[in-house]
């Protein structure tokens, strides 16, 4: 059998784990003097109200590597195959130490997925498709679709990527010159945050997001996820500029968890979808 390992990145909520038959590993948050469990101790309403309100700046770890050996090795211990998908190494460092942590067993495959939140949910969904082929089969599944998955966003503010270190200073200073709308996607070769595009207003911003699936030649065959942080409205926007040939396409918004929207920001909204 084949288990699925994510870690809270992946914005697969606590509920939500049945539905995508996935194990979760959550990251640590901490605010102030206060460690949290994305996803399991922390509220959105509570992170929130930290982030905006009491301009507390969190903090994200890695998950509980001890916790995560012993869970992973049940399943290999009774001869299950276990596939790991961290967030992309390239805005953290869990893929390279679950790595190293299971780089001995031959049944654990720690996977570079070069993606974050609903990226990953695309991976679970291609792995679900598969999961009664061969562990071979899945993973070059797995390979043929990565360079595929599209995440593109238009954040409030660049405030909370460099101060998170996910965005360089240059790229900072650039983005607030004329207070630019900025577009950052997470790049396919790297896995790093990038800024693609950057235009004056936000109307204008909201219409080249719209018509991006498009450009980018969509393949509706997969789910493209909605995503935002904090507050809907400018994905509803988002929406309704957006050809109707893709909205049958799209599932339910993902209102993305804390561990990644604290680097985004409260605002932000965009697609996460497979190219063709």
């Known amino acids: 059998m084949i288990r699925v390992f994510v870690d809270s990145g992946s914005s697969i909520k606590q509920e939500e784990k049945e539905k995508y038959n996935v194990e979760i590993l959550p990251l640590k948050i901490l605010l102030g003097d206060k460690e949290y469990l994305d996803g399991v101790d922390l509220t959105m309403e509570a992170f929130y109200h930290a982030l905006i309100e009491e301009k507390q700046f969190p903090k994200t770890s890695l998950p509980n590597m001890v916790e995560a050996k012993k869970r992973v090795m049940e399943y290999v211990n009774q001869g299950d195959e276990v596939i790991v998908i961290p967030i992309s190494k390239g805005i953290s460092s869990t893929f390279n130490t679950l790595y190293m942590l299971f780089q001995e067993e031959e049944k654990v495959h720690v996977i570079d997925c070069k993606t974050v939140v609903g990226g990953i949910k695309i991976i679970v969904e291609e792995i679900n498709r598969h999961r009664d082929q061969p562990i071979e089969v899945v993973l070059q599944k797995i390979e043929e679709i990565l360079p595929k998955i599209r995440v593109l966003a ?22 607030n010159v004329m207070q630019l709308k900025p577009f950052i996607a997470i790049d396919n070769d790297d896995g790093g945050v990038k800024m693609v595009n950057k235009v004056l207003g936000r109307k204008k911003a909201l219409k080249i997001l719209a018509n991006y699936l498009e450009e980018q030649n969509c393949d509706t065959s997969y789910p493209i996820i909605p995503s935002y942080t904090y507050d809907e409205t400018n994905l509803d926007e988002l929406i309704s500029l957006t050809s109707d040939k893709y909205k049958a396409a799209m599932i339910e918004y993902d209102n993305l968890d804390p561990a990644i929207a604290c ?14």
Do not use: C, N, Q
């Open 154 to 175: 238009i954040p409030d503010t660049l405030e909370y990527l460099y101060r998170g270190g996910r965005l360089s200073k240059a790229a900072y200073i650039a983005g």
């Open 263 to 276: 680097h985004w920001g409260p605002g932000a909204f965009g697609y996460i979808f497979v190219a063709k």
